[in-house]
């Protein structure tokens, strides 16, 4: 009987297999092990930069045990701290000032056996000023036991009084603007001029006791003209279009430095997030009333669809030309991001205004009965189905999408989040479909969760499965124009803004646990999540309520200066797109808060004053 022949491995195969344990054994010791950062000169003093305080470690000079600072931003969620400098005698540091800070230190071994809490995170956290100046004593005892006293050793001036001041100049100006209209109005400066000169006129011809006869005929036709009911449009749509956009411009030329006026790095909200939302709002809104004055004049819908198209692909292409923008030495189309802002417009206003244009009538007050209250909502049933069926894809991709590598319905940055164990998987499903769809170099490549997350990997705010939310956005707003072209009394539009702000408000808070981090689903600009859309659609019904009650209602605002940029939006954005980093809306100035701010305010300022021309002129520039 024949002995059974054992097969021997190559020596390529054990050469592998014994490669791989030796890189698992130095990735284990290495996750061990902490990282040893270089070591802090006592008299490298940094500079200071904007949002940044200085923070000096004393280490007392009778111990010669070397420390290690560790520092992590209260921003990044659930992030281990991370090694910023070795410390031998003295050492001094910059600490970001727009968020708490976590601030720890340790002996070099890495472990915090011999430190009180007082050295720990945990007493160790806060919100620095900046310009500041901060020091943590350390001193150890007998015991070898370590304490840690933090003490601020100035009281740095408050860096947002350049906001204060800007705020109280523009408060002032409109004030003295509408004090110079009213008397203007009343024709206060016309008797003042001509006072003097017609006081010695009546004097000498007597007091008149009769007015020429066609004057009387002209003033009487005058009179009766002012009569008519005009058909006005209304202005609280453009104004609050305008208000969108010309925020948009400011926080996009750079919002003064000020993080509140930046994206915000992942969960949550700054001004800078409110802004795109509300225009893709206000556009459904603008929708309503534009298709039905179409379908009044007998417009067919064929040709109503093939302008959708065409303003859809055209929004597209401007999208694209602004991609490339910036390219001195031409567009590398290898690395050549495709979504973007006009883009996320383009697709959003093909699909919803196909719908509507597709469930779309000429609207018959005499058609209904015992629900006329509800009208806006009941005569636009199917659309509803068809976009909750929108919101419901895009909550099963997002909570069921097999994500490889990355826990199911993942939503956070990845990077140092959880403790980095998600590093690779930034947005979740959104992120893992725009680097399937369109490749890693074909969106956009530095995140604002880089910065403190730390991460690897491309996300694109304007990604394709955030595009299902923003269609919801703009339908919401497609329900506010609902409510202004059925229900004609103010008080009825009104009252349901409001009803509408406040239940989207409640549905809102209720997703994210009325939480910033913790909730079901966060809020988040960058995933465009359903929260997210919801909360914003809540703000822009009560804006629009304002801006409704105060320039159509009562009339004390007429929308300036907000609504002459409302009028030529497409021409304001792609212009101060293509203007942005060069004259005459940006210069070399010190990188200061005061600076930077003066010099974006004047650059949103210029589009205002650009879109004032245009409207005097008579120009109005659409797609």
């Not at 024949?2 to 791989?20: E, N, T, Y």
């Not at 189309?333 to 244009?357: D, E, M, N």
Request: proline share 4%.
């Amino acid at each position: 009987m024949a002995a059974a022949r054992v097969k021997m491995p190559s020596s390529g195969v054990l050469l592998a297999a014994g490669l791989q344990v030796f890189l698992a054994t130095v990735i284990q010791a290495e996750a061990l092990i902490p990282i040893i950062p270089v070591l802090c000169k006592s008299n490298d003093i940094p500079d200071f930069k904007i949002d940044t305080a200085r923070l000096t470690i004393d280490n007392d000079q009778r111990s010669n045990m070397d420390l290690v600072l560790y520092m992590q931003s209260k921003e990044c969620h659930e992030c281990d701290l991370r090694p910023v400098a070795r410390i031998d005698t003295n050492c001094t540091v910059l600490v970001d000032t727009r968020w708490p800070t976590r601030v720890e230190i340790r002996p070099l071994n890495g472990t915090i056996m011999n430190t009180t809490l007082s050295c720990c995170a945990s007493n160790n956290t806060h919100l620095f000023q900046e310009r500041g100046e901060y020091t943590i004593f350390i001193q150890q005892n007998e015991e070898d036991d370590m304490d840690c006293r933090f003490a601020p050793m100035n009281a740095p001036p408050d860096a947002n009084i350049p906001i204060y001041i800007a705020i109280g100049m523009a408060f002032f100006l409109a004030v003295f603007w509408a004090v110079v209209k009213t008397m203007y109005k009343r024709g206060v400066f016309h008797r003042i001029i001509c006072f003097w000169s017609t006081e010695s006129v009546m004097s000498d011809f007597g007091t008149p006791t009769s007015i020429n006869p066609t004057d009387e005929a002209a003033s009487g036709s005058n009179n009766a003209e002012q009569t008519k009911v005009k058909k006005e449009r209304l202005r609280s749509l453009d104004t609050f279009r305008g208000l969108s956009l010309t925020i948009m411009i400011f926080v996009n030329y750079g919002g003064g430095g000020y993080w509140q006026y930046t994206h915000s790095i992942w969960d949550g909200l700054t001004v800078a997030d409110l802004v795109f939302p509300w225009f893709v709002y206000i556009m459904g809104t603008a929708l309503m009333l534009s298709f039905q004055g179409q379908l009044r004049r007998g417009t067919p819908k064929i040709n109503m669809f093939w302008k959708i198209v065409r303003r859809s692909i055209i929004l597209f292409a401007l999208g694209l030309l602004i991609n490339s923008g910036g390219k001195s030495d031409g567009v590398d189309l290898s690395r050549f991001r495709i979504p973007g802002v006009l883009q996320r417009f383009a697709g959003t206003y093909l699909i919803v205004a196909t719908i509507h244009l597709i469930f779309a009538r000429p609207y018959d007050e005499s058609r209904y009965g015992k629900f006329a209250a509800i009208r806006d909502m009941t005569e636009f049933w199917p659309e509803w189905v068809f976009h909750l069926i929108l919101v419901g894809v895009h909550t099963a991709i997002t909570f069921g999408m097999n994500v490889p590598g990355c826990p199911t319905g993942y939503l956070g940055a990845g990077g140092d989040a959880a403790h980095g164990q998600h590093r690779n998987c930034t947005g979740g499903a959104a992120g893992y479909i725009d680097r399937k769809v369109f490749g890693d170099s074909h969106i956009y490549n530095n995140p604002t969760c880089k910065e403190i997350y730390h991460t690897t990997v491309p996300f694109d705010p304007e990604g394709l499965l955030g595009t299902l939310t923003s269609v919801f956005m703009c339908f919401l707003g497609l329900q506010a124009g609902k409510i202004l072209f059925i229900h004609k009394d103010w008080v009825q539009r009104y009252v349901r803004f409001l009803i509408w702000g406040i239940a989207l408000g409640v549905i809102a808070g209720v997703l994210c646990k009325f939480s910033k981090d913790d909730g079901w689903i966060p809020i988040n600009k960058n995933l465009w999540s359903l929260s997210f859309v919801i909360a914003l659609a809540a703000m822009a019904f009560v804006l629009l309520a304002f801006c409704y009650l105060l320039i159509d209602v009562y009339k004390v605002w007429s929308g300036a200066p907000f609504y002459y940029a409302g009028m030529n939006p497409i021409l304001l954005y792609v212009g101060h797109e293509l203007l942005t980093g060069r004259f005459p809306v940006s210069f070399d100035v010190v990188v200061t808060h005061p600076a930077q701010l003066a010099m974006n305010l004047w650059g949103a300022t210029f589009w205002v004053l650009v879109a004032l021309y245009l409207y005097y002129k008579g120009i109005f520039i659409s797609v």
